[in-house]
């Protein structure tokens, strides 16, 4: 649809919000140079702190109240320093094969990965956690500001932006929960279709949003810990995507 009324470069940047990912949409629009980078930044963003109001009712619309209710015991597993440590090189590795455009955003993914496990740079990871994350979202949202012009933002093309966005948001969390149920059918260990809901990349919200909704049908029925595994992959996916649009769209 969005091909419709822009360029290609411009309905490719917009196709990425899909991913619900900020910082993927906003490299992306601005590696094809996209005339809508406010709109895709303002969208992008906008819905990754929707995401408590759009999830629940698409995700209750989808499934049973049976299907909610059903259990997935966490079994805790002992992963040894040196597996913690090569997950992150491994996953950059791979990434960079499948799409190098990638490599730079999930790259830095992954960095924080390492220096937090490698046990030798708890300073460097306690800053990258804490001040420096706060640092670069206020600078985030300068320069979102420093982009919304009027003459360039309000506009029935920012509008349709912002629908579009909508709808990939919705898409994805259907998508997510079909899948999961369509995975319950060959499966005899079933599993909770509301966590394929979380497979977007907005960390850690969709991730707990899914988790509060299993503690209201069923106090007991605790699926933090799975929702979040979901909700760790599709961060990884969304920069491979992003990085497979700029390999198809450069």
């Known amino acids: ?47 990754m702190a929707l995401v408590p109001i759009i ?20 079994e805790a597993k ?3 320093k040196l597996t913690r440590i090569l997950f ?27 220096i937090r496990e490698c046990g030798v740079l708890n300073s460097l990871s306690e800053t990258a956690q804490k ?14 500001a420093s982009q ?9 093309n920012t509008l349709l932006i912002l629908g579009l966005g909508l709808v990939a948001f919705i898409v994805d969390t259907a998508g997510g929960v079909i899948f999961a149920k369509i995975l319950n059918i060959f499966l005899k260990k079933k599993i909770n279709p509301m966590i394929g ?7 850690p919200m969709s991730g707990r949003i899914v988790h509060k909704m299993g503690l209201k049908e069923d106090p007991q029925n605790f ?9 760790v992959s599709g961060q990884i996916a969304s920069v491979i995507a992003g990085g497979l649009i700029l390999k198809f769209f450069m």
Request: hydrophobic fraction near 55%; charge should be negative.
């Open 223 to 231: 699926l933090l810990m799975h929702s979040m595994g979901v909700n």
């Open 55 to 74: 999830q629940p009712p698409v995700i209750k619309l989808l499934t049973t109240r049976k299907e909610r209710l059903i259990r997935m015991p966490y």
């Open 148 to 156: 919304m012009k009027y003459d360039s933002f309000l506009s029935f």
């Open 88 to 114: 992150p090189i491994i996953i950059t590795v791979i990434a960079g094969l499948i799409a190098p455009d990638s490599v730079a955003l999930v790259g830095f993914l992954m960095f924080g990965n390492l």
């Open 197 to 203: 809901a979380a497979g977007i990349s907005a960390f």
């Open 131 to 144: 001040v420096l994350a706060n640092l670069i979202t206020i600078f985030l949202g300068i320069t979102i």
């Open 1 to 47: 649809m969005a091909s419709m009324f822009f360029e290609d470069k411009d309905a490719a940047s917009i196709a990425i919000i899909g991913a619900a990912d900020g910082p993927t949409s906003i490299v992306v629009a601005q590696a094809l140079d996209s005339n809508y980078l406010a709109a895709i930044m303002v969208a992008a963003y906008s819905y």
């Open 78 to 80: 002992e992963v040894s």
